[in-house]
């Protein structure tokens, strides 16, 4: 009788077992139907090591992955805007994300590479937004600063933090709207730091005294500033004309929440940018279709990365009007994509 009863105990317990392995879903991946691509080798770049875009890469890499176990999928950090752009001229990179407006990049570039058509070498296309960049111009409570406009009109000396790339150029253009160039105003004292003003060493710098002000741009919040415990501001871009000027090369009007930062009392109108994934034009067709298809399969990698969701039918329509603006197409097939899903007509 003991005998029968732990044989029975030993069949309920297997059965049990069974029920529950059958319930939980398997740890291993699933294999790829046999429509799609197999073996594929993808390389995505983002910007730099520790950065948001890497972060944000990577989460689309690792959602290409879970969808694909056996595609080989390369996520790695370039190392600054230099770098970016020579994987992209030299046919490195599959898909990225953007760093700055395509209008401002080609404008940067062009003159750095003289002997090619940039446009051309660098040329991408639209698959899905990842990220807003707000624009943050920051002064220094001790410039006594409450707009850009004063920084022309009293040709202060001050010193400002910019990349040497698009954050230099969107400057200028601000400069330039106000009645001035960079180099007068570097003639009447305005000097330039070196420097991403969005990052770690911008804070540093703004609360040593190494810069006065400085801009560029990011997601909101900015990790940098979440910590700041000196006296700074955030200049208004709020004149209908810059807004205008701004918009027809990419940006759109957006507002930096008060208490996005300690120091953030009220809310600050600026503009922003649609940071995308893009593709490489010699990628094919299908392999663009399946990797939005994992993107949007695996919304919560993505959304880990980045907690300001852009998977949406109204970010897709609102994207796709911007993209417009910008002079960059969707790709077909992302098109094709979010047609087949309902999303657009």
């Given at each position: 009788m003991k005998f029968k009863r732990l044989a029975l105990a030993a069949v309920g317990m297997v059965l049990a077992l069974a029920l529950l392995l059958t319930a939980c879903p398997s740890s291993s991946p699933a294999t790829p139907p046999d429509d799609r691509p197999h073996n594929v080798e993808l390389t995505l770049y983002g910007f730099r090591a520790g950065a948001a875009q890497q972060f944000r890469t990577?989460?689309?890499?690792?959602?290409?992955?879970?969808?694909y176990p056996?595609?080989?999928?390369?996520?790695?950090?370039?190392g600054g805007e230099a770098q970016v752009i020579s994987k992209r001229i030299s046919g490195e990179t599959d898909?990225?994300?953007?760093p700055y407006l395509r209008k401002l990049e080609i404008e940067?570039?062009?003159?750095?590479?003289?002997?090619?058509?940039?446009?051309?070498?660098?040329?991408?296309?639209?698959?899905?937004?990842?990220?807003?960049?707000?624009?943050?111009?920051?002064?220094?409570?001790?410039?006594?600063?409450?707009?850009?406009?004063?920084?022309?009109?009293?040709?202060l000396p001050l010193t400002v933090g910019v990349g040497p790339g698009g954050s230099t150029l969107l400057f200028s253009k601000i400069l330039e709207y106000y009645g001035a160039s960079l180099e007068e105003a570097e003639a009447w004292g305005l000097k330039r730091e070196n420097l991403i003003i969005v990052m770690q060493?911008?804070?540093?710098?703004?609360?040593?005294?190494?810069?006065?002000?400085?801009i560029s741009w990011t997601q909101i919040p900015s990790q940098a500033y979440m910590g700041v415990n000196f006296d700074l501001d955030i200049l208004p871009i709020d004149d209908p004309g810059l807004v205008q000027m701004l918009e027809d090369i990419g940006?759109?009007?957006?507002?930096?929440?008060?208490?996005?930062?300690?120091?953030?009392?009220?809310?600050v109108p600026t503009v922003a940018q649609l940071e995308f994934l893009v593709v490489s034009p010699y990628v094919a067709d299908d392999i663009v279709y399946c990797v939005l298809e994992a993107v949007f399969n695996h919304q919560e990698i993505l959304e880990a990365a980045n907690a300001s969701s852009h998977l949406t039918p109204e970010a897709i329509a609102e994207s796709i009007t911007i993209g417009g603006r910008m002079g960059v197409p969707f790709h077909p097939e992302a098109l094709r994509f979010y047609r087949d899903i309902g999303w657009i007509e």
């Open positions: 990577d989460a689309v890499a690792e959602a290409i992955r879970v969808e056996d595609w080989k999928v390369n996520s790695l950090a370039a898909f990225y994300l953007t940067v570039q062009t003159p750095l590479h003289p002997e090619i058509d940039i446009e051309q070498a660098t040329a991408y296309s639209l698959l899905v937004p990842t990220s807003d960049s707000y624009v943050h111009f920051f002064a220094a409570g001790r410039t006594g600063l409450s707009s850009i406009r004063e920084i022309v009109d009293r040709k060493e911008g804070a540093e710098a703004l609360q040593s005294g190494r810069v006065d002000i400085g940006f759109y009007e957006a507002t930096i929440p008060a208490d996005t930062y300690p120091f953030l009392t009220e809310d």
